[in-house]
């Protein structure tokens, strides 16, 4: 069993910036793919980006150029900096593999952008 923790939201106003930290239980090294997943209220989870442990990324097209994930296998962790925070990014970020196991969901963390 892998405990995945989120932490880093909060409320933002447009245009502002985040960083969001996904904190595992277990050495993230042999994952060969992690991602940050959001769930807006009433609509599906969607993937958002991921990263191999080559490094390699890749984004879904509404955070291209805005949104960047890494990941630090020394502590275990994976980051998302988000910038340019529109109100539509709303929503409950989660981290988890790629595809996603859904044993390992976390409480994730609520990002809210609003004026």
């Known amino acids: 069993q892998v405990l995945l923790v989120e932490s880093g939201g909060g409320l933002v106003q447009p245009g502002g910036s985040l960083r969001l930290s996904c904190a595992a239980s277990t050495s993230i090294s042999s994952i060969y793919i992690m991602g940050w997943y959001r769930q807006a209220q009433g609509k599906q989870r969607e993937m958002v980006a991921i990263?191999?442990?080559?490094?390699?990324?890749n984004y879904a097209d509404s955070v291209q150029g805005r949104f960047t994930i890494s990941r630090d296998v020394a502590k275990n962790t994976v980051y998302l900096q988000m910038n340019s925070l529109k109100p539509e990014d709303t929503a409950v970020y989660y981290c988890?593999?790629?595809?996603?196991?859904?044993?390992?969901w976390g409480q994730g963390t609520q990002v809210t952008v609003s004026s």
């Open positions: 990263i191999t442990s080559g490094g390699n990324t």
């Open positions: 988890n593999k790629y595809l996603p196991e859904s044993t390992w």
